[in-house]
């Protein structure tokens, strides 16, 4: 179980630790990152590490609740503000964009943990859960509130969709080293939803 800091300094060689942990898993993956490279890329001890953290495993789900925040807290504005279909292409423009700049993997750091740990930790599994179901209850909100939709439209099914093109768009762009995949999926998906 993770221990909470109670002073700022604490706070921040916590926030350290997540920071290089969320950093070596999303780049590298957890099983090849070790404790020894957290440390020494969040530029603390192991002795720091394990007073915050029980271990790789607790660390694990501490970067699993960090990263759900994060991808949320990414795209909340767009999602609140989702009320046409212009505005949904540009959510997805802007998923796609993400990936078309900078030196990150091509890979989702939510969709990458749970390709990893999902089926051989069932804590971990139970950890990423959540962020699969806000994920997609965000989108839903969102398209409910776009007039352009068909009244026949069923927001929660469409949000599954484009979570899924989404997901596996990244996944065949990261086999193909291109974003033609993802485009694809998302294009196919946003049709389903008159966008």
Known sequence: MSAQPTTDRGRATREQILDAASELFYRQGVTATGLDQIAGASGTGKGQLYHY???KRDLTHAVIERQIAAIIAAQQPRLD?????ADLRAWADELIAAYATGDHPLRCPL???AAELAEGD???REALAPGFARWPQA???GLRRMRELPPSAEPERL???LLSAYQGG???SQVHGDLAPLRMALDVALQ???A
Not at 81 to 85: H, P, T
């Open 53 to 55: 953290f029980a271990g």
């Open 159 to 161: 949000a599954t969709a």
């Open 139 to 141: 989108l839903a909100a």
């Open 192 to 194: 389903g939803c008159g």
């Open 111 to 113: 969709g990458a943990l």
């Open 81 to 85: 503000g989702l009320a046409s279909r």
């Open 122 to 124: 069932a804590q971990a």
């Open 170 to 172: 990244l996944l065949l």
